[in-house]
């Protein structure tokens, strides 16, 4: 029975298995019907002939016979064969499970995807018009599936063509043998018509052309640099040459698998004819260039039989000279010869598929053994010296000097691998390399926390700078008592923190001390540069000081003179306008606050009083008296209260309160001048005069007038007024 049901539906796996049944039955009808066809021409031919022979005057009409198979050869030649077609682009086009199709890599892999997704969807649609036929397309007296048809048949073909052209288009930007590899792959898999598979076999000649380009190219790569080739960073010259010649073969044995064993190429194909022997003709000339570098190495190797072992016979390290910090280190002493040497036995022999595989010759087979204990023994030692190298090279000039009995005991550790030990010797090397490792990190602790130290030390001198021993909040207006008493609780905070910043520095110099006191006893040459380290730390800790107070008054100053970036000050002091008698005068006046801006000047220069000097503070308990004495300096308050940076602040400061008397005077002047009248006037002597005098009633309204506008004006004057840095205020 023909499912037509089958034939049109679309491509799960269930209905690809029914279609291949309805082929199948399509074929049997087709060889039903021609068998048919010949069992009824056998019978006619039988009547014809009997009918003739008893009827010889009558003629037998052939087209009768023609008649009779008209319909079934309709059916079988033309109805299933276009319904055999239908399966065909079934095959080719439908739809097909994301799991069924293949996978397109690369930057046009899914522009390639959704193409093909494109055409499956046309072709549902071309499939679907056949589908929802109304007439039963298996009656070949339906006459309008000549039409449908070929509608259908159209639309096939116009897809075969998209097909062909993204198959064209796909192959024509591969940059690589493996993608085109991979195209044929996905392709040959996909075509079913044979228009398709056509398409596909054309460029099959352009994959194997790149694979023949690039055979092209790597040779005369190869015989342009097989002299002279760029060995790559790491790899021994002589087996160097060979794996940059091995690479190559690599790299052609891998497309060269690729094609050989891609089942849709055809074994009958002009390029593969080409390439095939060209490959064998480069593989064969890059193996005899691989042996040929292997055999030449070979016999300068067989020179060295009789000074092989001598690159054994030399000293573990030796002392050279760092050039960027002037000071001798040591370097590992290894041969260079010897080191090559294994280098190159190493890569010769590695089995690794991307190793030579060679055999080396008896004379260095005894070296070949000891390399993995050399290279131990050579990681070791080269551990040490690098231990030994980050001592030194971390420490400054001063710092050496300071940890010189340190590096002396070091280098007596460290002595033996300049003479006595070689790299022959058995056994001893382990335990040079365990004493030089176990000393150098004890060493290296103490230099780890003598530079955490350092870096306190600074921090703490750092939080020292950074303190100011002024408090004075922007944008806020005091009055002088106010002032006054902000600026000593300010101080009082501050001393306490200095004091306690100043006691974490002794605190840590004294840890530090601890570390170098045996050293200190016994070498005049540390005890001078621990000296020398307390007076950097000294210097430091007296920078910041001069630090904190400088900016301390720089900040008064500021306040009081004002700066480029801020422009003229703010208002920092409040002060009223008061009458003694009859003249006007500031409470409080420019000389107190004068008088009080000096002594806050000098009083936070006292808060660093509360620093002693190092020589005072640090703790050397376990030396005798006669070690600590030393000659004392003035304190860092003696030092830096007569320091002439820190003198020229403070003269900024009083000459910038001194400058604003003169404005302060002329303020009081015009205020004076403009209402002297009515301060100067002796009041009952006028009400008197005023009195006795014959006037009349609009005279008195008249001067009652004149009184009240001179109140209405001083009423409509300014209150407060700002000269500079001070706020004046004139409120009764």
Known sequence: EISLEAIFQGGDGSSVEMREV?????????????????????????????????????????????????????????????????????????MKKEADMPCFSGVRGPEIQKSLIDIQRNFERHISQLRNLSYAVLDVKQTFWHDDYARFKKGIKDLETMLTNIISGSFDLIPTVEAGVELLEA?????????????????????????LNELAMLKTLFNDHKKAPPISEGHPPEAGKAIWAHNIKTRIDTHYKLLSTCHYVPSKLAQREEAFPAYRTLTSALEQYIQTTFNEWKEKVESLRDTLMQYLDISLITR??????????????????????????????RQSPAGLGMTVPPTVQDVQLREERLRIFRENVCVSVRAYNHIVLSLTTEERRLFAERIAFLDSKYSPGMSKLLWSSKGIVEYFVRDCAKYAGQIQKVVDTFKTSVQSIKANCAIIASTLLVKIQRKHTYPMHEFEKAQKQHRETVRTKLQATHEQIVKTMNIVFEDFKKDYLTSAEVKREWGLFVDKVEKDIDDALRKTVRGSLQEIARAIIGDSKSGDPGQLFQVSVVLEGTRPELQPTILQLSQMINNVSKDLITVINVIPRLEQALNYQDIAEEEQQATHADSYYEVISHDNEILKVMVQIMTGMSTIQEDVTKYLFLRWEKYNQVHTLDKDAYTRRFAKGKREMWQFDQEIQKYKDQ????????????????????LP
């Not at 910090?325 to 190159?344: G, Q, W």
């Open 320 to 349: 050279v000279q760092d050039d960027e910090n002037s000071v001798l280190v040591f370097e590992c002493n290894f041969s260079p010869e010897l080191l090559k040497l294994l280098e190159e036995i190493r890569y010769w022999t």
């Open 187 to 211: 392709f040959s898999f996909l075509a079913e018509r044979d228009t398709v598979k056509r398409a596909v076999e054309r460029k099959t000649d352009g994959v194997f052309g790149l694979f």
């Open 711 to 730: 109140v209405s004006l001083i009423q409509n004057e300014e209150t407060t007024t700002t000269i500079k840095f001070i706020k004046v205020e004139c």
């Open 22 to 94: 309805a082929k199948m039955a399509l074929r049997d009808a087709t060889a039903a019907g021609e068998a048919w066809k010949l069992v009824c021409r056998k019978m006619l031919d039988a009547t014809e002939k009997k009918y003739k022979s008893e009827h010889p005057a009558v003629v037998w009409e052939s087209d009768s016979t023609n008649q009779i198979f008209a319909e079934i050869e309709a059916f079988i030649a033309q109805r299933c064969r276009d319904l055999l077609e239908v399966c065909e682009g079934q095959q080719q086009f439908g």
